[in-house]
């Protein structure tokens, strides 16, 4: 299985300032087709992931602009320009390049 | 798009136990439905995905031998069905639609708890 290692574990950041997560692969990710199938996932405690950013850097449906995502091949970083309170949790990027689709470690974002 | 799943659950070791995800907002058999588990303190593990439109499904080797998932179309409703149940499958359930376009899921349900004690 394709393993994805996140840095840092955990991410203590001021309200304002920006933050950046590291995501990468045991291997490429890139797909078949020419796509780069990985995602990244924003979990609030209590409540079930919700996606962010898709195939690298497309902002999903209703996500703030704040939020970017970068990266090819084995190395994907996710920004958030400027924390707000709302931000914190815990973030995953996924990949569903290749089978079975697996999930990073997870960084947890708090405010400093 | 909305995903509402069946309750919490306690069981016991040995037991089965069968997890329901009634999907509205969208057209059911258009996107497929994936299973994925949440150990406390843990990561995301996917679990299986299954096709409203064909029933065909596809899991993961670790679950391979004691999942079967389902769906009823009369009811826009995906079920997830886990046998031989050991305290390692404690954890959180969620069902999320698949996201063919985009790779991976995009909606998920708001997950089932479910604890294997004796």
């Known amino acids: 299985d394709i393993v994805l290692t996140q840095t840092p574990l955990s991410s203590p950041v001021t309200l304002g300032q920006p933050a950046s997560i590291s995501c990468r692969s045991s291997?490429?990710?890139?797909?078949?087709?020419?796509?780069?199938?990985l995602s990244w996932l924003h979990q609030r405690p209590g409540q079930p992931p919700r996606l962010l950013i898709y195939?690298?850097?497309n902002r999903f449906s209703g996500v703030p602009d704040r939020f970017s995502g970068s990266g090819a091949g084995t190395d994907f970083t996710l920004r958030i320009s400027r924390v707000e309170a709302e931000d914190v949790g815990v973030y995953y990027c996924?990949?569903?390049?290749?089978?079975?689709?697996?999930f990073g470690q997870g960084t947890k974002v708090e405010i400093k | 798009v909305h995903l509402v799943q069946s309750g919490a659950e306690v069981k016991k070791p040995g037991a089965s136990v069968k997890v329901s995800c009634k999907a509205s907002?969208?057209?059911?058999?258009?996107?497929?439905i994936n299973w994925v588990r949440q150990a406390p303190g843990h990561g995301p593990e996917w679990m299986g995905w299954?096709?409203?439109?064909?029933?065909?499904?596809n899991y993961a080797q670790n679950f391979q031998d004691r999942v079967t998932m389902t769906t009823d179309t009369s009811t826009s409703t995906a079920y997830m069905d886990l046998r031989s149940l050991t305290s390692d499958d404690t954890a959180i359930y969620y069902c999320?639609?698949?996201?063919?376009?985009?790779?991976?899921?995009?909606?998920w349900g708001q997950g089932t708890l479910v604890s294997v004690s004796s």
């Open positions: 999320a639609r698949d996201s063919p376009g985009a790779g991976g899921v995009d909606f």
């Open positions: 907002g969208y057209t059911f058999l258009i996107y497929g």
């Open positions: 299954i096709s409203p439109y064909s029933g065909h499904t």
């Open positions: 195939q690298i850097s």
């Open positions: 996924a990949q569903a390049t290749h089978f079975p689709q697996t």
């Open positions: 291997q490429s990710l890139v797909n078949s087709d020419g796509n780069t199938y």
